[in-house]
Nanobody, 118 residues
Framework: VQLQAFGGGLVQTGGSLRLSCAASGLTFSNYAVGWFRQAPGKGREFVAAIIWSGLRTSYADSVKGRFTISKNNANNTAYLQMNSLKPEDTALYYC????????????WGQGTEVTVSS
């Protein structure tokens, strides 16, 4: 199984980025996807999640209304559209997959860095 997150970069406050999470080696449609982030000197925190079918999503309060998670089971890719970015969104962003029968995330990507300048 391979899981790769990409699309991070440097953006100004108020800007947008779209992160992608590409999976291979498994049946992507059987997995929920979660996005997490870890800012410098802080612990990892939940950002957003989408269930295996793509029909239900959840968000951290800090990103609700600004970020949108989606998944395309046809091309084994999940996305995190991030709008109205703030300096406090600066972090290393990870995607993770959870099987329908799992209680926790089974696979983690390597992370992509997002820096929001003020």
């Amino acid at each position: 199984v391979q899981l790769q997150a990409f699309g991070g970069g440097l953006v100004q406050t108020g800007g947008s980025l779209r992160l992608s999470c590409a999976a291979s080696g498994l049946t992507f449609s059987n997995y929920a996807v979660g996005w997490f982030r870890q800012a410098p000197g802080k612990g990892r925190e939940f950002v957003a999640a989408i269930i295996w079918s793509g029909l239900r999503t959840s968000y951290a309060d800090s990103v609700k209304g600004r970020f949108t998670i989606s998944k395309n089971n046809a091309n084994n890719t999940a996305y995190l559209q991030m709008n109205s970015l703030k300096p406090e969104d600066t972090a290393l962003y990870y995607c993770a997959l959870k099987a329908r029968t799992s209680g926790d995330y089974d696979y983690w990507g390597q992370g992509t860095e997002v820096t929001v300048s003020s």
